[in-house]
């Protein structure tokens, strides 16, 4: 299934990973060198709850902001 909530549609975002080498200038280094930038996901944390809906239980993936907010009955 896909990393989507059903309730607010939040999906995994995209960033990239940095890898740096060296001592920093501060600790008496020359400074931090960049070796190599990766791509990466930020995935939203999912999870499979059971929710009372329109009088019958179902289960969904929601988003914990989802739950902790309240946008959600859950049975």
């Given at each position: ?12 975002l ?9 001592l ?24 499979t ?27």
């Amino acid at each position: 299934m896909a990393k989507k909530c059903e309730i607010c549609g939040k999906t995994p975002l995209t960033g990239r990973s940095i890898s740096r080498r060296g001592l920093a200038k501060k600790k008496g280094g020359v400074g931090k060198k960049i070796t190599g930038i990766t791509k990466r996901r930020f995935l939203p944390n999912m999870q499979t709850i059971t929710v009372v809906a329109g009088g019958k239980k179902k289960r969904m993936k929601v988003c914990t902001s989802c739950i902790k907010a309240g946008k959600v009955n859950k049975g």
